[in-house]
């Protein structure tokens, strides 16, 4: 095994045995980046200068007895976290040449736990969509079959990992931006507790669903990311001022679980290869002395039409601070303010941010406002209880993270409704700011992975991840890497 394909805590190991350097491993990485980002399109910025910068104070950090619990580990950030004198684009035009003057508090927390920021990574404009097709610089690919997508809006970061380009890396997830993409490229994806990882400089698409988290290629290295990325902050009026557990030591196997398995979930229109792999992990946990519970979450048939109401009318408020005065790049000469405002917008922003921007507008509008985002509202408790009424029943939720593997790039491009319905079985859990996370659970017979996520009580992600363990453990799905 290379250097690029060791994670997280196979590097701590070679650190503390001296068998590697940090500059080691990063020459390796950037050689590999180098090779095949121009095919996959990972990653919008890499800062060489910066990251060796980077490598030199971690060499340093390593040879004290104090050096902190990430040193000199390379991590991807996102492209919608703030990093000081990194541009920070959210894969958009209108901010194509930002740099901002702070650091997002996940990306500063990642810094004092000694990692080394390797580069900012494709996403979906301004996280909305679902293939990491809508960004502005271009379209990711999945790294199993890279004329498919890698699953999005989180895809940057999903492709770069299981291409062992870096070994972790930090996405979003709105409606399903961290699990969707990992499923379909074969990694964990971590999606916390709303409220557990501060928002603090991750631009805002949808305030009360975004949520930070982790991507990697094994549970324990997201334990541990999580470790470090988590806890209250200040600056963060939603953040939760909960204490964070150390979940890496934690992931002990549990004591005997009852699964829920919501029949909400086995729909028709499932891929059969996704149900396969469903029934075979079911099976497996079994095995392994889970009680399996039979649950219903009844309104599950809702969340994706009040997903995009809320989001979507969000958006329209959030994004509406880029005006090309206050912030982003402006339009040329125009005749008058008004004008000038529609050109920025119009050139600035892609299809996809103007269709929700112009959705959310209109759900927010005089007359609509109550038949709209005020019944969306009352949808969304509805959701929310459905998950307290089955937690009664069952310790952790199993469920198909996606319907269907990573489909061909412009597949859905043209076809909004197909494009949403790819994270039906995300979106309940932003709705009611659960944990969750998606872990791989088998590949197709075109050797495309498929992933199933483990749904959690809100702030109990030692649960899930003590489960997602368990069956890593058991499984070999994990340990495949793409050929490319």
């Not at 990642?110 to 979906?124: F, H, P, R, Y």
């Not at 305030?207 to 290295?221: A, E, F, I, K, N």
């Not at 109550?370 to 209880?385: D, E, H, T, V």
Request: with cysteine.
């Amino acid at each position: 095994m290379g250097l690029s394909e060791a994670g997280i805590r196979e590097l701590r190991e070679l650190y503390k045995k001296r068998e590697a350097t940090p500059g080691q491993v990063v020459d390796e990485l950037l050689r590999k980046i180098d090779k095949l980002n121009p095919r996959l399109h990972a990653f919008i910025t890499v800062d060489h200068d910066a990251v060796y910068e980077q490598v030199r104070q971690a060499e340093q950090a390593l040879g004290r007895p104090d050096a902190p619990v990430l040193c000199g580990i390379p991590i991807a950030i996102k492209d919608i976290f703030t990093t000081i004198g990194m541009r920070t684009t959210c894969a958009s035009k209108i901010l194509e040449n930002f740099v901002p003057p702070y650091d997002a508090t996940i990306v500063r927390k990642l810094k004092a736990a000694g990692a080394i920021i390797l580069g900012k990574t494709n996403m979906d404009e301004f996280a909305m969509g679902s293939s990491t097709e809508t960004s502005a610089f271009g379209p990711t690919r999945n790294p199993w079959k890279p004329d498919a997508v890698p699953g999005g809006s989180s895809g940057g970061s999903a492709s770069a990992v299981a291409a062992c380009m870096v070994p972790g890396a930090l996405g979003t997830d709105t409606g399903g931006s961290i699990r969707q993409p990992a499923a379909l490229c074969g990694i964990v994806g971590l999606k916390p507790t709303y409220g557990r990882v501060s928002r603090y400089g991750m631009i805002a698409f949808a305030s009360s669903l975004d949520q930070g988290g982790t991507m990697t290629r094994s549970v324990y290295d997201s334990a541990l990311l999580l470790e470090a990325i988590a806890g209250f902050d200040p600056l963060d009026s939603t953040s939760a001022d909960m204490p964070v557990e150390p979940y890496s030591q934690l992931l002990a196997r549990p004591r005997e679980l009852r699964v829920g398995v919501p029949r909400e979930y086995f729909v028709e229109g499932m891929d059969a290869d996704v149900q396969a792999s469903i029934q075979g992990a079911i099976e497996t946990v079994k095995e392994l002395g889970a009680r399996i519970v039979d649950i219903s979450l009844p309104h599950t048939r809702y969340a994706v039409a009040v997903y995009y109401i809320l989001a979507s009318s969000e958006a329209s408020s959030n994004l509406a601070r880029y005006d090309g005065v206050k912030y982003g790049s402006r339009s040329g000469p125009a005749q008058d303010l008004n004008n000038m405002y529609k050109d920025t917008r119009a050139k600035g922003f892609g299809r996809e941010v103007r269709r929700r921007i112009m959705l959310g507008t209109f759900a927010l509008s005089a007359g609509y406002y109550a038949a709209f985002y005020g019944k969306a509202q009352r949808a969304r408790r509805l959701i929310q209880q459905d998950f307290d009424t089955a937690f009664g029943q069952c310790d952790v939720i199993l469920a198909p993270t996606s319907p269907s593997p990573a489909f061909k790039l412009g597949a859905k491009l043209d076809d909004p409704l197909k494009m949403y319905l790819s994270d039906i079985f995300t979106i309940p859990l932003n709705l009611a700011g659960l944990p969750g996370v998606s872990i791989p659970c088998g590949f197709t017979k075109e050797g495309l992975p498929m992933g199933m996520q483990i749904i959690g009580r809100q702030f109990d992600e030692k649960t899930i991840l003590s489960f997602a363990d368990m069956y890593e453990q058991a499984t070999t799905w994990h340990t495949r890497t793409p050929a490319i």
